[in-house]
């Protein structure tokens, strides 16, 4: 959702954004191991560090880049660059935390730190609501507030949006401080289920950008709707299939979103949105025609 | 007291360089010249690399008649392979030319698989995220499946360099192979930029369309540039591989294999094959000046030096990306025919009219 | 004026033809029922104010949009389903209103990419200079005869890039010509350009036209310039033909005042 949000509006590909999530891993580790806060305060941390590093990003990276007018290529490769560099602080972090308080900062889970409600997870309970929220109050950001009128503005025709008296500037920070605190938050979440480490995002990328790429990067409901849809057919696919032929199966989780990603670019390329009865025929003649032209 | 970087640092940093540059060479191809925004390159390298720990020894026990398991056994009967190979030169030499071969050939049919996502018009964040995830999907596969290379545990290779006697013999014997693969593969895609090939594919970079409309075949175009370039780093990759003497399934990765290999592209300058020789050694001496110094470094980090070179890569290509996007050495108009032709054409052709 | 007749008559071939060519976006009919028939050898111009439909007539014709209606023949073929690819291949070129220039090829290069069968684009030959040099020198050959033509030849290893907005499109006009079109269709070679460098390009339009026995056919919205060029004029208003024949004529029907020129126009040329 992050990624489509830092896509449509600013124009940027991020692919840090699943880095951004590991973020939001650590802070939360932090809080809990160090600061002795429990999981779901913590959150507020999350939110708060990853849109200070979302802003940090604008700052440092793209900002620079747009001023001396870089092609999107020359973006997408920074923000791969970036990524990098997150993970290696983060590897820095977790050795860091190792020496120096001497606590396992890799491949843990927190799954001691959650509570339940009428047999339900916490953690499920409260993802699903927060996720609920964010949708929400992004909902009413971007249709009620000027703030939000103006942020699809500077989305569409940043001069222009300029022109109008827009500080884009202002809303470009404020952008980015949703793109790096929305994957941070997710990210929080994540620890209770799975086990946990520096290069997490590597493995959660792939299902990351299926799903964006199954909603189609231009709104944020299209990506909720494909990052669901992502999320659960992993899941429940590999649950399934694990019980029928084996858990070796387990460790090829991450190639049901790439195939959904694989198809979704062939077939109907702009995303859900454009999916439909007429288009998804013309397409696969198209593949098929593809396909002799290569025999 | 600070160490200094004796013979072997050399021999060392000599190979890496050697190898590398056939990898930024081809990526050159693919990237700088033809402009497709292969973020995949690793997997290339990779398809190379191990399939020489997949087939060579395989094929090598099948000839000695060694009946057992082989992925059990695998260090015995590698070991008992080298002892067979240090006694047969020529049978060394045609194991290494034939994987070396096939390795480009594996390579080229991955460059065949990563160019289905490019067609006319694709979205370039599409395109990027793709290759991206094909790559990082085979590695995870050849990191998860133990039949390939035994995943995290890995696999020696058997050295074809074993005969030559130990010692810096066989640093000259590694060296003398990539390097003859470095003139090869450089002495194609240098004579590619300048050849008419090498301004098609510029056209096809600056605007697909328009090149489309002149009558070209754009997307075989592709096709046949992932192929070629994916072989060349391929074949990169065995060399690594047999280098190394080893592959485990963590190898390949998008780091060193795909976004190192960018920024020595970049900084050289993007379609200049001579900046990219630069960017290369430039990055390969600085990569392995680190690693020559990290234990003096370990001392005085409180985290291991490896992280270093993520750190250090991310910095480097994002301050390159603001600050010098057009490399040390820009791209400059290649022409195919020497200028004093031109030129003498060019009054022919005003007498004429 | 006799000059311009005799030219008018030296081809009585019909070579590029629409019959009742239909484009419609949505509810508005771009381009309603056009019949035109352009002769062979003809420098003519279609004029109209914007959004007359002249642009979608173009990209109708050339195969860069589908039609909705009528029939498109170009040198005796029927090429109304035919793609932009293919058109182009039979030897109808056109230039965009932004020039298309490859900005990181010099000129020269720009002209010689145009020819498409150069053995030096193999992926096996290009790496052996011998097996290409000679082909490739040829085409350098017929490149600067274009170059010079066009009036570029001094600029060749200009990158296409820098090139001034008249240079551009002058170069995309090369490049149709080194293609080996017979027929180019030229969006506003003039728009946006000075009016002495205009007269330039018009000039050298006309010699190409005559050196190389092309069939020209500009677009224009702005005809003060171009009419004396031309020796034919359609003139087109809300998707219709309204008028057409000699230039000056058809600028003095009551249609093309009433629809189009205006008070200003009736008055500088009564």
């Known amino acids: 959702m992050s990624a489509t949000l830092a896509l449509a509006k600013t124009?940027?590909?991020?692919?840090?954004?699943?880095?951004?999530?590991?973020?939001?891993?650590?802070?939360?580790?932090?809080?809990?191991?160090?600061?002795?806060?429990?999981?779901?305060?913590?959150?507020?941390?999350?939110?708060?560090?990853?849109?200070?590093?979302?802003?940090?990003?604008?700052?440092?990276?793209?900002?620079?880049?747009?001023?001396?007018?870089?092609?999107?290529?020359?973006?997408?490769?920074?923000?791969?660059?970036?990524?990098?560099?997150?993970?290696?602080?983060?590897?820095?972090?977790?050795?860091?935390?190792?020496?120096?308080?001497?606590?396992?900062?890799?491949?843990?889970?927190?799954?001691?730190?959650?509570?339940?409600?009428?047999?339900?997870?916490?953690?499920?309970?409260?993802?699903?609501?927060?996720?609920?929220?964010?949708?929400?109050?992004?909902?009413?950001?971007?249709?009620?507030?000027?703030?939000?009128?103006?942020?699809?503005?500077?989305?569409?025709?940043?001069?222009?949006?300029?022109?109008?008296?827009?500080?884009?500037?202002?809303?470009?920070?404020?952008?980015?401080?949703?793109?790096?605190?929305?994957?941070?938050?997710?990210?929080?979440?994540?620890?209770?289920?799975?086990?946990?480490?520096?290069?997490?995002?590597?493995?959660?990328?792939?299902?990351?950008?299926?799903?964006?790429?199954?909603?189609?990067?231009?709104?944020?409901?299209?990506?909720?709707?494909?990052?669901?849809?992502?999320?659960?057919?992993?899941?429940?696919?590999?649950?399934?299939?694990?019980?029928?032929?084996?858990t070796w199966i387990l460790s090829y989780g991450f190639l049901i979103p790439l195939l959904i990603m694989i198809v979704t670019i062939f077939v109907f390329p702009e995303g859900l949105r454009s999916l439909s009865l007429d288009r998804l025929l013309r397409s696969s003649r198209y593949i098929l025609t593809r396909l002799e032209g290569f025999r | 007291m600070i160490s200094v970087p004796g013979v072997e640092f050399f021999t060392v940093l000599v190979t890496y360089i050697i190898i590398f540059l056939i990898i930024t060479l081809s990526y050159n191809l693919a990237y700088g010249y033809t402009g497709i925004p292969d973020f995949g390159r690793a997997m290339a390298a990779g398809a190379g690399g191990f399939l020489c720990g997949y087939l060579p020894g395989r094929l090598m026990a099948r000839v000695l008649g060694i009946q057992e398991d082989y992925l059990e056994n695998v260090i015995l009967i590698v070991d008992r392979i080298n002892r067979e190979l240090e006694k047969n030169p020529a049978l060394s030499i045609g194991l290494l030319v034939l994987t070396l071969l096939l390795a480009a050939l594996a390579a080229g049919a991955l460059g065949l698989l990563a160019s289905l996502p490019i067609f006319r018009g694709i979205r370039l964040f599409y395109l990027g995220v793709t290759l991206l995830s094909i790559q990082i999907s085979f590695n995870t596969i050849v990191y998860h499946w133990e039949p390939i290379i035994r995943g995290e545990h890995g696999v020696p290779v058997p050295d074809p360099f074993g005969w030559l006697p130990p010692g810096p013999m066989r640093s000259i014997g590694v060296i003398a192979t990539s390097a003859i693969v470095l003139v090869i593969v450089g002495y194609y895609c240098i004579s590619v930029g300048r050849s008419p090939l090498g301004r098609l594919l510029k056209a096809v970079r600056d605007d697909e369309r328009s090149a489309e409309a002149l009558g070209r075949d754009v997307r075989k175009l592709y096709v046949k540039v992932m192929v070629i370039s994916y072989a060349f780093s391929g074949v990169a990759g065995a060399l690594f591989a047999f280098y190394q003497g080893y592959v485990i399934g963590l190898h390949f990765e998008r780091v060193t294999w795909t976004f190192w290999p960018i920024a020595m592209v970049i900084l050289g300058g993007l379609a200049s094959n001579k900046g990219t020789v630069i960017g290369t050694i430039v990055f390969i001496t600085l990569k392995r000046l680190i690693l020559f110094y990290k234990a003096d470094l370990e001392a005085f980090l409180p985290f291991s030096p490896v992280w270093l070179d993520g750190v250090l890569l991310g910095i480097i290509l994002i301050l390159l990306l603001i600050y010098n996007p057009r490399g040390l050495l820009p791209e400059k108009p290649e022409i195919t025919i020497s200028r004093e032709d031109i030129e003498r054409i060019r009054e022919d052709v005003s007498k004429v009219l | 004026m006799e000059k311009h007749q005799d030219l008018k008559n030296r081809g009585n071939n019909v070579i590029l033809k629409t019959k009742n060519l239909t484009k419609k976006f949505g509810e508005l009919i771009a381009v309603n029922n056009v019949s035109v028939e352009v002769k062979e050898g003809s420098f003519s111009v279609l004029f109209g104010p914007n959004g007359a439909g002249k642009t979608t007539w173009i990209n109708v014709v050339t195969g860069y949009l589908k039609k909705d209606g009528g029939e498109v023949w170009f040198d005796g073929k029927d090429i109304t389903n035919l793609s932009a690819a293919e058109t182009y291949r039979l030897g109808l070129a056109r230039s965009f209103q932004i020039p298309r220039i490859f900005p990181s090829l010099t000129v020269l290069e720009n002209i010689l990419i145009a020819r498409s069968e150069n053995p030096g684009e193999s992926f096996l030959r290009a790496p052996i200079k011998p097996l290409w040099k000679e082909a490739e020198e040829k085409i350098v050959r017929e490149a600067f005869s274009v170059l010079k033509m066009i009036g570029l030849e001094d600029k060749w290893d200009m990158l296409g890039g820098e090139l001034s907005g008249g240079d551009a499109k002058l170069l995309d006009v090369g490049k149709a010509i080194m293609s080996g079109a017979k027929m180019l269709l030229i969006d506003e070679p003039i728009a946006g350009v000075n009016p002495s460098l205009a007269h330039t390009i018009l000039d050298r339009l006309r010699k190409i036209k005559e050196e190389y026995g092309f069939t020209i056919l500009i677009v224009e919205h702005r005809l003060d310039i171009a009419l004396e060029y031309v020796d034919y004029a359609y003139a087109m208003a809300n998707g219709r033909i309204i008028a057409e024949g000699k230039p000056y004529d058809v600028i003095q029907t009551p249609e093309v005042v009433e629809s189009y020129l205006g008070e200003k126009y009736r008055y500088r040329l009564g």
């Not at chain 1, 806060?37 to 900002?63: D, M, N």
Request: glycine share 10%; with cysteine.
């Open chain 1, 11 to 246: 124009n940027v590909p991020n692919f840090a954004v699943a880095t951004f999530g590991t973020i939001g891993i650590y802070i939360t580790f932090s809080c809990i191991k160090l600061l002795g806060i429990g999981l779901y305060p913590s959150l507020l941390f999350c939110f708060v560090g990853g849109g200070l590093v979302g802003v940090l990003t604008y700052i440092f990276v793209i900002r620079p880049l747009r001023r001396r007018g870089a092609t999107s290529e020359e973006i997408m490769i920074a923000t791969l660059a970036l990524d990098i560099f997150l993970i290696a602080m983060l590897n820095i972090y977790a050795d860091y935390l190792t020496r120096k308080y001497k606590i396992m900062a890799r491949d843990f889970t927190l799954s001691a730190y959650d509570f339940s409600i009428f047999g339900l997870d916490g953690v499920f309970v409260v993802s699903t609501s927060v996720f609920l929220a964010v949708l929400v109050v992004l909902h009413l950001i971007f249709t009620k507030t000027n703030l939000g009128i103006a942020m699809k503005a500077i989305g569409e025709n940043p001069s222009l949006a300029e022109c109008d008296g827009v500080n884009t500037e202002f809303l470009y920070i404020i952008t980015w401080f949703i793109v790096g605190a929305l994957p941070a938050l997710a990210g929080a979440f994540f620890p209770v289920y799975w086990m946990s480490n520096p290069t997490t995002s590597m493995f959660v990328v792939v299902t990351v950008f299926s799903g964006c790429v199954l909603g189609g990067f231009t709104t944020i409901y299209d990506a909720a709707v494909g990052g669901y849809i992502v999320a659960i057919a992993q899941t429940a696919l590999v649950s399934y299939l694990s019980n029928v032929v084996g």
